[in-house]
């Protein structure tokens, strides 16, 4: 398998998330325990250090640019500042972390938007 193709799961400290203990997957940095998998963050192969014996999930790179997640941070905050309302993607979830902020225009409110 080419894993060039391949990046690491990151924690959103930045912190590369692995099982290090053959237990939980834990950020390396701040050792927050994620959910990996149908409960948690979504991942595409694993990969194992024969060494050590730690094991890696590994999302697929994607070809555009990844947002991280201060970028988001501060257009959310620019947005509020100037009471602007913010409308995310589901393709955010992922670098976003937690329930997406999906609001409307006041003049879209009232209309079904696909
Ligand atoms: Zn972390």
Request: aromatic share 10%.
């Amino acid at each position: 398998m080419n894993y060039k193709n391949y990046t690491h799961l990151k924690c959103e400290c930045g912190g590369i998330i692995g099982m290090y203990d053959k237990e939980h997957f834990t950020c390396e940095k701040c050792k927050k325990v994620h959910l990996i998998g149908n409960q948690g963050t979504k991942w595409d192969v694993l990969l194992t250090n024969e060494k050590n014996g730690w094991i890696f999930p590994m999302i697929r790179r994607k070809n555009k640019v990844i947002p991280e997640r201060m970028w988001v941070e501060d257009i959310v905050n620019e947005c509020r500042k100037a009471n602007i309302p913010v409308f995310m993607k589901s393709s955010l979830s992922d670098i976003w972390g937690e329930e997406l902020i999906q609001e409307y225009p006041d003049e879209l409110n009232h209309k079904k938007v696909n």
